[in-house]
């Protein structure tokens, strides 16, 4: 069966690889199980292709502490978790709904999250005022909303910390590419995003043509 994502098909990489590659890689069945409930309910989620590079860069991190802002209904989180399942790890989504059956596949998979059902920004207030950090912030909500959350996140990271924004190439609209008007405050802000990050002195970061783009931030080593 040829593999359709409902909405935010990648358009940055073509459907036949977006296919391959979503489907190279094993995972366990609950993870199938949310991409199939994604599909008939219309809910937007991680493309499995990205997914799995989050996975994969989680086992490697090994990181103690996580923290995803945009849960839904957990797809991106379960990954995250079956990555490094030793991590503690926070996330927070406002939307009652989604998180509402994101609980219901963690009780599923029998993962330990600590869901925030809040706003990203007073839970990322919270974290900053207790001096809290985190070894993987991973930010996949409004894309309007990035440059914003960019400007705490780099706060929150510990020293070998690395912060994962998902679509940052918009379809590939922060290029140039023609697209409709009503995206021009996201495709503006992605962009102010991109142009910050590459100015920043201290960290070094890496746009990967995975799923919509995935952006990726670390501090730069000191010698
Ligand atoms: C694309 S969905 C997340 C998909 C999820 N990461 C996955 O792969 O399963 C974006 C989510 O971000 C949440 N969101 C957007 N802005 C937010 C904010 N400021 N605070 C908390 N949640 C937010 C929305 O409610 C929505 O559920």
């Known amino acids: 069966m ?27 069945s609950i993870l199938i199980e949310v991409e199939e409930f994604a599909k008939e309910n219309k809910v937007p989620i991680l493309l499995p292709s990205a997914a799995a ?20 209904i957990g797809y991106s989180t379960l990954n995250i978790y079956y990555g490094y399942p030793e991590a503690e790890i926070f996330t927070v989504d406002s939307n009652r709904k989604r998180t509402a059956i994101a609980k219901e596949f963690f009780k599923k998979a029998g993962a330990s999250i600590k869901l925030l059902e809040m706003d990203g920004f007073d839970a990322i207030r919270e974290f900053l005022s207790k001096g809290e950090t985190f070894d993987l912030i991973f930010i996949d909500s409004v894309k309007s909303e990035y ?14 910390g690395v912060a ?35 100015s920043y002195p201290n960290f070094c970061s890496s746009i990967l043509p995975v799923g919509d783009g995935l952006l990726l931030l670390k501090r730069k080593f000191v010698l």
């Open 53 to 72: 590079f989050l996975r994969f860069l989680v086992s490697v991190l090994e990181p103690e502490r996580v923290l995803e802002v945009g849960t839904g």
């Open 164 to 198: 994962v924004f998902d679509n940052v190439l918009f379809r590939g609209y922060v290029t140039g590419k023609e697209f409709d008007k009503k995206y021009k405050r996201s495709v503006e802000l992605l962009n102010l995003l991109l142009h910050h990050v590459k």
């Open 147 to 160: 440059p914003f959350f960019n400007y705490k996140v780099q706060s929150l990271l510990s020293d070998r």
């Open 2 to 28: 040829k593999f359709k994502r409902w909405q935010n098909l990648s358009e940055i990489v073509p459907d036949y690889i977006e296919e391959f590659t979503s489907n190279y890689n094993s995972r366990e």
